[in-house]
């Protein structure tokens, strides 16, 4: 690690003392220098006058508080790094504050050195690229956008946020999420991981019915040079991969049955057995595990393990429908509006919803859930232009995509629509074609069955009820 001139930004001075003292205990030990400053305006005029490497800061000062705190450092100082300081009550905003580019927030009094010194080389590593450190799985940008606030303020949401934080705290928990298409269940599975003290390990996800029967196997677990005629040599299973991190096991009604011990034997013993291997690995992930059917339908029907079932029941967290959190629904499109890049010339305009598109809202039923209503709201925006969404820039009609204007079955094809909407106008004309027959339309489109499933609930496309 190279020498780091730190800004300490800490008005007690017990907890300067402490930090002071974990980092000359810690591995970089006469290889940083501390400059201390105890309040915003005092950090601000260090960072214009000299070059700091990092700065360790604590939101709550004598003259400025929370996300504000957080702010002004940061436009005073883009480049360089900010570490958050923070007491367990205020924790939410720091989380927040990362999401607006802190690199990292520690919770003071659970901190120990070696978590400091990690998340300071981190933070650094981001900045100084060329600088040689230990590599370290980063939190990709992609982690962070993946990871926002979730939106919401119906009780059942607000129980949802609070169980996140809950197994967020703990480390190997195993987590059960369920909730139909749509409802969030993979930021939910996000939101653990990158609130958890694993969130400097991988993230990995795995989709259960994405992959055949016969592969799965080896993709998850991994093989043994020799193992089978084409292992030419051994190779890592997304488990190994995931090792001191997550791993989302999405659909994980569609686990192969004869697969489900070796998934058992991780969650019981931490430990795994490759294919073809002689011995067990260890292994140290965390198993999110998500499903959209009632898995306890199928222990019964005995195409799902009890026991697995048990294990993985421990600790569920249940995602209701939209249509029964009414509430959020107009939280959630003003949500989605926000995040949609305002168009070229209307920056700074708000973009609001009229009464009645709010009320059409509300009364739809919502089956994509809310992976739908931002289809819709992106859609919308893009309609309405530069003014308010009305409600004719929904094309919802009480759960039924409009029929085509023109001659059914005639492309609605131009030249201003983007490859996301000819993709999403062509595969409605083909399902319209073969009469919502999945297998039908998979063929004609050249794609599996699963992935224009994927397709229809990314564009809020549905199936014909019995194909
Ligand atoms: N509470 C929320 N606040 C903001 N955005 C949300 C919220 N819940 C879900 N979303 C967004 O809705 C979309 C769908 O969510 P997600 O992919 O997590 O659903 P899912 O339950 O995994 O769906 P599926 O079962 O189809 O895989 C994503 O774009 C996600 O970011
Ligand atoms: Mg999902």
């Not at 309040?39 to 604590?58: G, H, Y």
């Not at 959209?292 to 697995?308: G, H, I, P, S």
């Not at 920056?347 to 209503?373: C, D, F, H, M």
Request: net charge negative.
């Amino acid at each position: 690690m190279p020498f780091l001139k730190i800004l300490l930004v800490e008005d007690s001075p017990a907890d300067s003392r402490l930090l002071w003292e974990m980092l000359r205990d810690s591995g970089i030990k006469g290889r940083f220098a501390l400059d201390p400053a105890v309040t915003l305006k005092e950090a601000i005029s260090q960072l214009s006058s000299k070059k700091f490497d990092l700065v360790l800061l604590d939101l709550m000062l004598p003259d400025s508080a929370g996300l504000d705190t957080f702010r002004a450092v940061h436009k005073a100082c883009p480049d360089v790094p900010v570490v958050l300081l923070t007491g367990l009550s205020d924790e939410n905003l720091a989380a927040r504050a990362v999401r607006e580019g802190a690199q990292d927030y520690l919770v003071k009094g659970q901190v120990d050195p070696a978590t400091l010194v990690r998340s300071m080389r981190y933070a650094v590593e981001r900045h100084v690229a060329e600088r040689s450190f230990r590599p370290s799985p980063k939190l990709s940008e992609e982690g962070k956008k993946l990871c926002p606030d979730m939106v919401g303020s119906s009780d059942e949401l607000k129980e949802v946020r609070s169980l996140i934080e809950t197994v967020a705290r703990t480390s190997n928990t195993s987590v059960l999420i369920m909730g139909e298409t749509g409802t969030g269940k993979e930021l939910v599975a996000n939101s653990i991981h990158f609130l958890s003290s694993r969130r400097y390990g991988p993230f990995i996800k795995l989709n259960c019915s994405a992959i055949p029967d016969t592969l799965m196997e080896a993709e998850m677990f991994g093989y043994e040079k020799g193992a089978f005629t084409d292992a030419k040599q051994s190779k890592k299973g997304l488990f190994e991969l995931a090792d001191g991190g997550t791993i989302f096991l999405d659909e994980i009604g569609d686990m192969d049955i004869r697969l489900q011990p070796k998934l058992l034997q991780i969650l019981e013993n931490r430990t795994l057995r490759k294919l073809g291997g002689v011995s067990d690995v260890k292994i140290d992930v965390r198993v999110i595990a998500a499903t959209n059917v009632e898995l306890a339908e199928m222990v019964r029907e005995k195409r799902f393990r009890e026991d697995l079932y048990y294990r993985l029941n421990v600790m569920v967290i249940g995602l209701p429908p939209l249509r029964e959190r009414k509430e959020d629904i107009v939280l959630l499109a003003e949500h989605f509006m926000d995040e949609n890049a305002p168009l070229e010339g209307q920056e700074g305009q708000i973009r609001k919803l009229t009464p009645e598109t709010a009320a059409v809202l509300s009364e739809y039923n919502w089956p994509g859930n809310i992976r739908e209503l931002k289809n819709v709201i992106e859609r919308a925006m893009i309609l309405a232009g530069p003014d308010e969404i009305r409600p004719e820039h929904l094309h919802i009609t009480g759960g039924q995509e409009p029929a085509p204007a023109a001659r059914p079955g005639a492309p609605q094809y131009s030249m201003d629509m983007s490859l996301e909407e000819l993709e999403k106008a062509h595969i409605k004309n083909v399902l319209e074609k073969t009469g919502g027959n999945i297998t039908h339309a998979s063929k004609v489109l050249g794609i599996s069955r699963y992935t224009l499933r994927e397709k229809l609930k990314k564009y809020g496309l549905r199936e014909a009820e019995n194909a």
